[in-house]
């Protein structure tokens, strides 16, 4: 064997992988799934290099280290479940931490088999699932949440003890973790009836994106989209608004992978026109962004308008910096007092197109970012979960601390939920430290107000 045919160390080269197998019958094999799990969890514990990325790994190595052997052969295989339990697929091991991922010959991807054993078990049980799941439905649930929101944000706020005690007993929801509110004014109807003028001296000029509303932003959080169509109206992109159905990620991460696949297509289908048009796609969470970018490629490769909307996706803090690289910037950013606590999601730090959101903060003039980069530890509605709220809390609370110990009057994240986590557990556990409570913000909207605009 030659030099540059062995086996060499992971982490050399870029990591690749491997399409989901998710249509034949063998992907849902229970037993091979527990098997490679072996594998994995053996080279896992060999390994350790991920002990403080997530709940997960320090799981697998208290059961290991407890066991009669001190080895994984002394941990039933029973007890597997409790690691794929609590992992939230952010995918970070897979991109920043495991030596062991393709090209590497042992080709780990922890996560992708974590979600293998997850839809195993959904087609086990016939595809019935959990109450829990119906927080799944974020299309349905924000079509009804809009049209009663009054009365579904006095129901699920945190204050009102009676009927966050009900959900908390019916559908597994903690009473004391913070929902998203909802707007009876969703973010696509606000475009469609007040778009913004384009600056024609925008240096952008001539750039144009569709924005991909995403549930969340067009339901819960409409600012975080008048903020980015305000900021690349201003630079001279001529916007559009799409929102054809949510991404899938709330589905993928109960195993749903058909699920997920649909909504792919029904997606792509939508944007290819657009794409063909000359439209960059901008994801405005990052959790879509990852879905668009690395996830349905991998579910439907042989799909042509999901592989052309992949490469066209943008995350909206990266296309901003790609005008300020390229073009430059519309004149108009100020200082912004109180400096800015910036949080890197794992969603968006798994895009591997580096810091976009600190950078693009960080070309406001005269203004103090701090970089936060340490999970939240939400992870869709595992940070809402009554049975999963509490390791969302351990796992986010550093991250917390430093939020409170930066002393910043805005906190911000790629992820809008874990905004929201992070400043829920200042405010419950590091409030002395913090002093002021930290205001609550997507990075675009900083940079809106950094421009006036909010």
């Known amino acids: 064997m030659t030099t540059s045919e062995r086996p060499r160390e992971g982490s050399l080269e870029a990591p690749t992988r491997h399409a989901l197998d998710w249509r034949s019958e063998a992907f849902y094999d229970l037993d091979a799934i527990e098997k490679?799990?072996?594998r994995v969890f053996d080279i896992c514990h060999g390994c350790r290099r991920c002990f403080n990325l997530c709940e997960s790994f320090p799981r697998l190595f208290d059961m290991v280290d407890e066991s009669s052997t001190g080895e994984l052969d002394g941990v039933p295989k029973e007890r597997y479940g409790e690691?794929?339990?609590?992992?939230?697929?952010?995918?970070?091991?897979?991109?920043?931490?495991?030596?062991?991922?393709?090209?590497?010959?042992?080709?780990?991807?922890?996560p992708h088999l974590m979600l293998r054993f997850r839809a195993a078990e959904l087609k086990k049980n016939n595809g019935k699932q959990p109450l829990s799941a119906q927080l799944a439905e974020t299309d349905r649930n924000g079509a009804v949440g809009r049209l009663v929101a009054p009365l579904a944000n006095f129901a699920s706020a945190r204050a009102n003890t009676l009927t966050r005690g009900l959900m908390e007993a019916a559908v597994g929801v903690a009473r004391?973790?913070?929902?998203?509110?909802?707007?009876?004014?969703?973010?696509?109807?606000r475009a469609a009836l007040e778009p913004p003028r384009v600056n024609e001296a925008g240096p952008a000029r001539g750039r144009k994106a569709v924005l991909y509303a995403t549930c969340f932003v067009d339901y819960n959080k409409p600012s975080t989209g008048a903020a980015a169509q305000a900021v690349l109206a201003h630079q001279g992109v001529e916007t559009e608004v799409v929102y054809p159905a949510c991404c899938g990620m709330p589905q993928l991460e109960h195993g749903d992978i058909a699920e997920v696949a649909n909504r792919a297509v029904k997606v792509a289908d939508a944007m290819a026109p657009w794409i063909d048009a000359g439209y960059a796609v901008i994801a405005l969470t990052a959790s879509c962004g990852l879905?668009?970018?690395?996830?349905?490629?991998?579910i439907l490769p042989e799909n042509e308008n999901v592989?052309?909307?992949?490469?066209?996706?943008?995350?909206?803090?990266?296309?901003?910096?790609?005008?300020?690289?390229?073009?430059?910037?519309?004149?108009?950013?100020?200082?912004?007092?109180?400096?800015?606590?910036?949080?890197?999601?794992?969603?968006?730090?798994?895009?591997?197109m580096g810091q976009k959101s600190a950078e693009m903060l960080k070309l406001i003039p005269d203004t103090?970012?701090?970089?936060?980069?340490?999970c939240s530890g939400h992870g869709g509605t595992f940070g809402v979960m009554k049975?999963?709220?509490p390791l969302a809390v351990?796992?986010?609370?550093?991250?917390?601390k430093q939020v409170a110990q930066k002393h910043n009057q805005i906190v911000c994240s790629d992820c809008p939920l874990a905004c929201k986590h992070l400043n829920q557990i200042v405010a419950d556990e590091f409030a002395d430290v913090a002093g002021a409570q930290p205001n609550e913000a997507h990075p675009i909207e900083v940079f809106a107000r950094a421009y006036g605009f909010v």
């Open 368 to 374: 103090k970012v701090d970089v936060i980069e340490r």
């Open 83 to 110: 690691v794929v339990e609590a992992c939230t697929l952010c995918d970070m091991c897979f991109m920043t931490k495991c030596p062991y991922v393709p090209p590497h010959e042992w080709a780990l991807d922890f």
């Open 307 to 352: 592989r052309k909307l992949a490469a066209a996706t943008r995350d909206i803090c990266e296309y901003v910096v790609d005008i300020a690289k390229k073009e430059g910037l519309a004149p108009g950013l100020s200082p912004l007092a109180g400096g800015v606590s910036a949080h890197m999601a794992c969603h968006a730090r798994a895009q591997n």
């Open 36 to 38: 490679e799990m072996e």
């Open 394 to 400: 351990k796992v986010g609370r550093p991250a917390a």
């Open 176 to 189: 004391d973790a913070e929902l998203p509110k909802y707007h009876a004014n969703t973010f696509s109807h």
């Open 387 to 389: 049975e999963t709220r």
């Open 291 to 298: 879905m668009m970018k690395f996830e349905w490629p991998l």
